[in-house]
């Protein structure tokens, strides 16, 4: 009997389900229920329904019952890693704003070299390297931009500007910074 396999308490509560539907004839869905049983602690579903004769007769009651105790831990581990992770974007967003001036200010500097450089170089093929580092430099100065300007959109402070963008420059940069890969 339930009596057997769950705990007094627990199958007293089954006893009463089963009464309702027997004296009711309506079914009963149970989408969580956590119940102490003599195998473990455990979570199920269940339906419940009368179950009649041909004359429409209640004569017992069907029950389908399914363990859902992994797939409530799963949805609780999933619940905790969700908060994790939107803890860690919190942290990161903070990180790079608070960060943004410092990871720029490298980026600053090796640009003046750069130019510097460039001042102090007469021979053609040095020449070419010097400006295939400022393209570099620049690149790597929008990539930081960026990821800045996407951690300020995460955080709410920049609303986003949605709308055609010309691409023309921006593929030609990316060209003269990957010819020399492809060539």
Request: glycine share 4%.
């Amino acid at each position: 009997s339930d009596y057997d396999i769950m705990a007094p308490s627990d199958a007293e509560a089954v006893r009463r389900e089963d009464e309702r539907v027997l004296r009711t004839g309506e079914s009963l869905v149970t989408t969580e229920q956590p119940l102490t049983l003599a195998i473990g602690g455990t979570i199920i579903e269940k339906l419940k329904m009368p179950l009649r004769s041909e004359s429409g007769e209640i004569i017992g009651i069907l029950c389908i019952a399914r363990d859902i105790t992994e797939q409530k831990r799963a949805e609780e581990r999933l619940v905790t890693a969700k908060l994790a992770a939107e803890r860690a974007n919190r942290d990161k967003t903070s990180f790079l704003a608070a960060a943004s001036h410092d990871l720029r200010q490298p980026v600053q500097a090796l640009a003046l070299f750069a130019k510097l450089l460039d001042n102090r170089v007469a021979e053609p093929a040095s020449r070419n390297l010097v400006r295939l580092i400022q393209q570099s430099v620049r690149s790597l100065a929008d990539l930081l931009e960026a990821v800045i300007h996407l951690s300020k959109l995460d955080a709410g402070v920049v609303e986003p500007n949605i709308g055609p963008m010309p691409l023309g420059d921006l593929l030609r940069r990316l060209a003269g910074e990957f010819a020399p890969q492809a060539a």
